[in-house]
């Protein structure tokens, strides 16, 4: 239920009282996370994986183009994505079936071109149009709430360095809101592991 | 102007995407890998024998049930059988023969470890090509025994094959046939040759020469395809057509070539070689397509039925009713299950993909399914004047007749396998194949 809720939240933040912040910073603002810059994908993928081997959950890492592999170094599990869109799928052409059966063979039995009412033949193509459109829309808007896109801001785009992160750095950024996370001992993790410029982010309400 | 002149004249240089040395380097990488040891690439014919030695002895035995039930029982049932046979391995040799074409012309990477062993596959296309001319000859000789539209007495004053004659006839027919088998022997056995000499030679512009001759061997590939297929299996019935005929047996060539290198490849992992070299990596592309050409068969299968259904136009709805009406509905069903929506649901999931084993069971498996689909476009048009569709010695006819083709071909590619390397061992990119990997 909570994490219903928090990922509601990614959508309408003016629903959800946020819950009192368990790091503050200096200047009283709620603290978002930790932020470390990396300059090659080997020391990138390597830290990746010491965060994970630490047992981190809320935790990303930002880089300027795909990095092969990088699912298993950050500990990924495959995605429920193509559970829910083959249940869409079925969703899909259980509802041709009954819309089609339900009205052209129960409801209004009507004689097209001497057809049978039940033939199975022209309900295919319909079968198949709506199992596509229930699996397309599962694809995207599923995607869309698993990864809580899209937002109109996230505080990272507050960190200036950070928007390094589309030309030639690697950024790892752990969450607050992680129940491992410690100002100190996180910071500790990201400079053992290699990261440079390591900066506590602010969430600015 | 002179300068002009001179660079006008100057031959081209050849350009390759690495220098000499690089590639010098890479082969010597390559061949130092401890994948790529004698026995993980090469296999003995002791050891092929084991498997292909059996399929010799029931392939002997089936073709000799066969030919007593020719004699004994009825010619033209066994000859059904035996075309049965010879399309599905057809289906087979060209799939393999495609498969090879689309890699080359594609320049794919992934597949060069799996592409030796399509090559082989692919050059036993001579088997079922020559039995076909056999067997054109033995149909015109004997004035038709399947081809009804060979026969003088229904020929004689029937409009449909009179408009049709330019192209149903007998010469004609036996001349196609054999310009059909031509251009499968000559692509085949070419692109197998160049592979195999950059094996011996290590030189990469066989490569590209086999790139340049797949690309234009595309287009005559599709057409002696599509017209071989109209030949013996469409026009078992003179008056239906179907613009869809030769894409719905490619769909059978693409799928059965797939099934089929799933399983020899599964095979020869059994047998201790390819450790390394086609790996669930491999197993999960060829489980893709193999999934990909079951849907692409039944949307082909399913268009053809489902427009002839809608617009009841009696020469082609016959095709249909000859079967559906008259004892092979329990077929239709077994095409919609078996050859649809139960590979449909199995293939969908990704383990099953991945597992060497359970895919190669399911490359039986779509075998199995793609004669079965050859059966429902063949027996009906034997059977259809008799009262019963299926009887104990007819269903040993064709069975034997089909599974006696089968396994002569399985011997075939046991044989076939021993003669060289079981990869191309120094293709330009071998490299790609054996860090293959799907990051999905």
């Known amino acids: 239920m909570t994490s219903l809720l928090s990922q509601a ?72 994505l193509p559970l829910m869109a083959g249940g869409a799928a079925i969703t899909g052409v259980l509802t041709a079936i009954v819309l089609q059966w339900g009205t052209s063979d129960i409801l209004y039995p ?96 | 102007m002179s300068q002009f002149a001179a660079k006008a004249n100057k031959p081209a240089p050849v350009q390759t995407a690495i220098s000499d040395e690089a590639w010098a380097k890479r082969l010597s990488t390559i061949a130092n890998d401890a994948r790529m ?167 990469r512009s066989y490569g590209r020469k086999a790139r340049f001759f797949a690309s234009f061997g595309i287009p005559f590939f599709a057409l002696s395809l599509t017209f071989c297929a109209f030949d013996f299996l469409m026009s078992l019935d003179y008056r239906f057509f179907s613009t869809m005929w030769g894409v719905y047996y490619f769909a059978s060539c693409a799928l059965g070539a797939m099934s089929a290198i799933v399983l020899v490849t599964a095979l020869l992992r059994t047998a201790g070689r390819l450790q390394g070299l086609v790996t669930e990596e491999h197993y999960h592309d060829m489980g893709k397509l193999m999934f990909g050409f079951t849907v692409f068969w039944a949307y082909i299968s399913f268009s053809q039925y489902f427009l002839i259904w809608y617009s009841n136009i009696p020469e082609e709805t016959m095709w249909f009713t ?29 383990g099953i993909k991945r597992n060497p084993k359970i895919l190669a069971f399911m490359g039986v498996y779509m075998l199995v399914m793609i004669a079965l689909d050859m059966a429902w476009i063949i027996l009906p048009m034997v059977t259809i004047g008799e009262a019963k569709a299926l009887d104990v010695p007819g269903l040993v006819i064709y069975a034997a007749g089909a599974l006696g083709i089968i396994f002569l071909f399985g011997w075939f590619v046991s044989m076939k396998v021993t003669k060289s390397p079981l990869i191309p061992t120094k293709d330009p990119l071998l490299h790609e194949a054996m860090k293959h990997k799907n990051y999905v």
């Open chain 1, 9 to 80: 939240a990614d959508y309408f933040p003016m629903l959800v009282r946020k819950p009192a912040p368990r790091f503050v910073s200096e200047s009283g603002a709620r603290v978002h996370g930790i932020v470390a810059e990396f300059t090659e994908v080997p020391a990138v993928f390597h830290a990746a994986e010491h965060v994970r081997d630490a047992g981190y959950s809320k935790w990303d890492v930002h880089t300027p183009f795909p990095i092969h592999d990088m699912e298993s170094a950050m500990g990924i599990k495959t995605t429920k």
């Open chain 1, 110 to 205: 009507m004689v097209v071109q001497g057809k049978p009412y039940d033939a199975w033949e022209p309900f295919v193509p319909i079968m198949f149009e709506l199992g596509v459109l229930f699996t397309a829309f599962m694809c995207l808007f599923g995607m869309l709430a698993l990864n809580g896109l899209p937002r109109f801001h996230h505080p990272l785009f507050s960190h200036e360095r950070f928007l390094k992160v589309s030309d030639d750095r690697f950024i790892i950024a752990i969450e607050a809101d992680d129940p491992k996370f410690d100002p100190v001992q996180t910071r500790a993790l990201l400079e053992k592991a290699g990261g440079t410029h390591i900066a506590l982010i602010e969430d600015a309400e």
């Open chain 2, 37 to 203: 040891h004698e026995d993980n690439i090469n296999l003995s014919s002791r050891s092929a024998a084991k498997v292909g030695r059996a399929m010799l002895v029931v392939a002997l035995v089936f073709l000799l049930v066969s030919a007593v039930g020719a004699f004994s029982i009825s010619f033209g049932h066994a000859l059904a059988g035996i075309e049965i046979g010879v399309f599905t391995v057809l289906a087979v040799a060209l799939g393999s023969l495609f498969w090879v074409m689309v890699f080359h012309a594609l320049n794919a990477g992934w597949s060069i470890t799996i592409r030796r062993q399509l090559e082989n596959m692919a050059s036993l296309v001579w088997i079922p090509a020559l039995i076909l001319v056999v067997i054109a000859i033995v149909e015109v000789a004997s004035n038709g025994v399947l081809l009804e539209w060979l026969d003088p007495s229904v020929r004689e004053g029937n409009h449909l094959i009179e408009a049709k004659a330019a192209y149903l006839n007998g010469p004609f027919f036996v001349v196609r046939v054999i310009v059909y088998a031509i251009i499968w022997v000559v692509l085949s056995n070419r692109l197998r040759a160049w592979s195999i000499k950059t094996d011996e030679t290590g030189d």
């Open chain 2, 322 to 350: 000859a079967r559906k009406e008259l004892g092979w509905n329990w077929l239709f069903m077994v095409m919609c299950i078996g050859h649809f929506i139960a590979p449909f649901l199995i293939l969908i999931f990704r």
